[in-house]
């Protein structure tokens, strides 16, 4: 139903629209001032601003972001963890009996909460929408936590194209750039898992 509606919009509605306005500014133009085609030049840019305007600078900041903030980092791997607490093995944190979930922020567009696992590690998400000037990039960010120290273990950040109306911006799939892939949230996801059996004592 969108895509026929985005169809619509755009094959039969702005496209003929956008024609007719640059058909026009260069006959407008090349009659007055002899440059038919600086008309036609400004009235397609005006046309094109008027929807696409925020498509080409959406993509550089994501680019940046991702080059410069995304990515998957270990500051300490499951294994050195637990050869360091090994009060913790034996126990099943696969079990969401024995999981605890606290909010630490509930706004709308800024949301952040934590999974606790006993007293002793912690997997916190947040998700931070409209970061940008064009309110259309969205950070999420998660990462594994000491719960008696505050110490990262290992921590994934990831800036999605979050729009959902404007179907050009959206994120195609989670294999863009560097920073922004795919491995980014498999390796957290790897991480994650492997410390759950490490503990529960199924990895020797």
Not at 30 to 45: D, F, T
Not at 78 to 89: A, C, N, S
Not at 116 to 128: A, L, R
């Amino acid at each position: 139903m969108i895509a026929l509606l985005y169809f619509v919009f755009f094959f039969l509605i702005y496209l003929p629209i956008s024609i007719w306005v640059i058909r026009k500014s260069y006959r407008f133009a090349k009659v007055n001032y002899q440059r038919g085609w600086l008309g036609g030049l400004v009235a397609a840019l005006i046309m094109y601003n008027l929807v696409f305007w925020d498509w080409i600078p959406v993509i550089l900041i994501h680019k940046h972001l991702c080059e410069t903030e995304g990515g998957f980092w270990v500051y300490k791997t499951p294994e050195q963890w637990v050869k360091e607490h090994p009060e913790v093995l034996g126990q099943d944190w696969g079990d969401s009996t024995n999981t605890k979930w606290e909010n630490i922020r509930k706004e709308y567009g800024n949301e952040r909460w934590r999974v606790w696992y006993g007293p002793h590690i912690y997997i916190e998400y947040g998700h931070k929408n409209k970061i940008d000037f064009t309110d259309t990039i969205s950070k999420y960010e998660t990462k594994a936590v000491d719960g008696k120290t505050g110490e990262i273990l290992f921590i994934s950040k990831n800036f999605i194209k979050d729009a959902q109306i404007k179907l050009w911006l959206a994120e195609p799939s989670r294999s863009e750039g560097p920073g922004c892939g795919e491995s980014e949230h498999s390796g957290f996801v790897k991480e994650h898992k492997k410390l759950m059996l490490l503990v529960k004592g199924d990895i020797k």
